[in-house]
């Protein structure tokens, strides 16, 4: 819809021209507008097939889950105090 409107609202022409060359395109502004919009669609969707690919995480349910302990070790140490000056 707001490309619609877009394309109704801004029928003036302009002219395009390249500085090098001699050539001057003359075409509607909406065309211009709507050119880069699609061009950059498309460049996205072309950037985004080499995207690398995430990998999916596999779910196990609770019952085939390693039990993992996430608690630290303790461990059993001399009292340190007693060695303080």
Not at 9 to 37: D, K, R
Not at 78 to 83: E, F, S
């Amino acid at each position: 819809m707001l490309f619609v409107i877009l394309c109704l609202s801004n029928t003036q022409s302009i002219a395009i021209s390249l500085w090098p060359l001699a050539y001057e395109l003359v075409v509607p502004l909406y065309l211009v507008v709507l050119t880069g919009v699609f061009l950059g669609f498309i460049l996205s969707r072309i950037l985004l097939m080499f995207e690398p690919k995430k990998q999916k995480v596999k779910t196990t349910s609770p019952q085939n889950a390693k039990k993992t302990d996430t608690t630290p070790e303790r461990t059993d140490t001399h009292d340190l105090t007693a060695l303080a000056p």
